[in-house]
């Protein structure tokens, strides 16, 4: 009897799922968004018998990836899961509505002849005017003309061109009718045929194919089990955003961490648990390995036309143009004793920032809503108190105006990636910049802005640079002069870059410093730095020359 039993609720249960028209939507909770794709995670509370249990999903999206898709299930084994696309039954035609839609088809059929009509009558008035406009009488080009036979000419052609005209205004008139009378007409068959084909009635998502997730599992004994499953989609993505707010009077500066994110998945999330990862989806994980590195000998015009090039094969190159360590300083001592006051609280306590060996991931504990329209959506992440020192920096050669940089200490514990940033000092917008916090250096340089009341000026000074020819070689040397001057009421701290050339070549091109006014030479890169200290109006002088010695004959690249 109990077996009985179970062969008919099993049979019900069988009936109900085959003879159910729409799969329940899943419920989703939870998305972790990568820097390219995402994965959606599911959850839903659900009724197993014993025996096979085959349980279909929909609320995922069309973009789904299906060899990604994920189940587990603490109280049953999951033993298959499927991707399935189920196309809606095209509804039965409705044929109350023949007899309207015949009387607008030939409605239509009849507005086709109008038109056609009009189309003959206005060719025949072309026509008629292009003859008329063409005749050698009426336009004066005949032996015999008179001025009876020209006046009557000209009436004729006024009183003609008038009838065609009016004609041809009354045509376009009706024509624009006739035009308005069919497309209303063909509006109207589209609303019948979709009346009676049924799809009407329908609403728009029952339209469109669905979705789904088959789920096949295996339980013991009835229980009420918790499911989830899970998956990847390529239309999604985050970027980092930064807003960077400084203030002349403090020694901190704010970041502000956001996030945009940008998802056409095909489903809205509606109030999901968010999670940020710095990985990607899709990245192929491949490490990459080495081939067998041949030599061999090579012709000899071809070793002769690349000697050049293999002789400054092993030259260093040149180092990029940085601000020393021992260069900067501290715009802000004499506040020192001011603390900053945050004027917001932090996001501690919603984000949690978790980080294995190759990925950081912000789990944000809140619930959030981000539709699917492909537009971006900013999402708060952090924001914090970060050190800073104030200090200008200027290079001459480059640029006549001196630049405040922030030099920002304790950015590693934030975790943060390559991001454009918006700046703003003194409450006022001073630009954007990439901020990019993968170097291996534990101090960021910000630009903060230009500040053109600093003045700056470099000029090559003639008097001392000269060129002369001792023997086989030339000595080549050149004094410039760097002039500082400060237009400020209060003193300030400003470090000065420029250069002298470096020889790739130093055995044949010799290059060397006569005077470098008290500045610091880094001989890699040839960047000379001052650091200098200017009081309210003051103006300061620098003066460096160097020499140049190459063969006589030669002629040198870049100088």
Same mark, same amino acid.
């Given at each position: 009897m109990k077996k009985a039993v179970l062969f008919f609720l099993l049979g019900l249960q069988g009936i109900l799922s085959f003879g159910q028209a729409k799969a329940p939507k899943a419920k989703l909770d939870k998305v972790t968004v990568f820097?390219?794709?995402?994965?959606?995670?599911?959850?839903?509370?659900?009724? /197993?018998?014993?025996?096979? *249990?085959? $349980?279909?999903?929909?609320?995922?999206?069309?973009?789904?990836?299906?060899?990604?898709?994920?189940?587990?299930?603490?109280?049953a084994v999951v033993l298959d899961i499927q991707h399935r696309v189920r196309y809606r039954e095209t509804p039965k035609p409705v044929k109350r509505y023949d007899f309207k839609i015949k009387l607008v088809e030939d409605s239509l059929e009849e507005m086709g002849f109008l038109q056609k009509e009009i189309t003959n009558k206005q060719e025949v008035l072309s026509a008629e005017k292009k003859l008329l406009m063409g005749n050698r009488l009426m336009n004066g080009q005949t032996s015999r003309d008179?001025?009876?036979? /020209?006046?009557?000419?000209? *009436?004729? $052609?006024?009183e003609r061109l008038n009838s065609i005209l009016e004609q041809e205004l009354k045509l376009q008139r009706r024509k624009a009718a006739i035009d308005k009378e069919t497309n209303r007409l063909?509006?109207?068959?589209?609303e019948l045929q979709n009346l009676q084909s049924g799809a009407e009635d329908q609403p728009q998502e029952d339209i469109q194919p669905a979705h789904q997730v088959i789920i096949n599992l295996y339980a013991e004994a009835p229980v009420q089990a918790d499911l989830r499953f899970n998956y990847l989609v390529q239309n999604a993505s985050w970027i980092p955003l930064y807003d960077l707010k400084a203030e002349s009077g403090k020694s901190e500066i704010e970041l502000s961490y956001f996030a945009s994110i940008t998802q056409s998945s095909g489903i809205d999330w509606k109030n999901v648990k968010l999670t940020l990862s710095t990985s990607h989806a899709y990245e192929k994980n491949i490490k990459p390995e080495l081939s067998i590195w041949y030599l061999s000998f090579v012709q000899y015009f071809q070793q002769k036309l690349k000697v050049n090039a293999l002789s400054n094969a092993n030259v260093p190159l040149q180092k990029p143009q940085v601000v020393h360590e021992s260069a900067r300083e501290d715009l802000n001592t004499d506040n020192e004793g001011g603390a900053a006051v945050p004027d917001a609280p932090t996001l501690d306590e919603y984000v949690e920032v978790r980080e294995n060996l190759i990925r950081t991931e912000y789990e944000i504990n809140m619930n959030i809503g981000i539709n699917s329209d492909g537009r971006s959506h900013k999402v708060m992440v952090n924001k914090k108190q970060i050190p800073m020192k104030l200090h200008f920096a200027a290079v001459p050669k480059l640029s006549p105006d001196a630049y405040l940089m922030a030099s920002v200490t304790g950015w590693e514990d934030l975790n943060l990636i390559p991001g454009k940033a918006r700046v703003h000092f003194d409450g006022m917008y001073s630009g954007e910049l990439l901020l990019n916090a993968s170097g291996v250096n534990d101090t960021l340089q910000l630009n903060l802005g230009r500040d053109r009341s600093?003045?700056?000026?470099?000029?090559?000074?003639?008097e001392k640079s000269k060129v002369k020819v001792i023997e086989q070689e030339v000595i080549e040397t050149r004094s410039i002069e760097l002039i500082v001057r400060n237009s400020k009421n209060i003193p300030v701290r400003i470090d000065v870059q420029d250069q002298i050339p470096v020889s790739q070549a130093p055995d044949v091109i010799k290059v060397k410093l006569l005077d470098e006014d008290k500045g610091e030479l880094d001989e890699l890169s040839g960047i000379l730095n001052w650091k200098l200290k200017l009081g309210a109006k003051e103006t300061k002088k620098i003066v460096f020359t160097y020499e140049i010695r190459y063969p006589k004959g030669k002629i040198i690249q870049g100088l």
């Open positions: 820097l390219s794709g995402a994965q959606l995670f599911y959850s839903e509370s659900v009724h /197993l018998l014993p025996g096979n *249990n085959e $349980l279909v999903f929909e609320n995922v999206s069309q973009f789904l990836d299906a060899a990604s898709i994920q189940a587990s299930c603490k109280q008179s001025l009876p036979l /020209l006046q009557a000419s000209l *009436n004729m $052609l006024h063909t509006i109207r068959l589209e600093i003045g700056l000026t470099r000029k090559k000074i003639k």
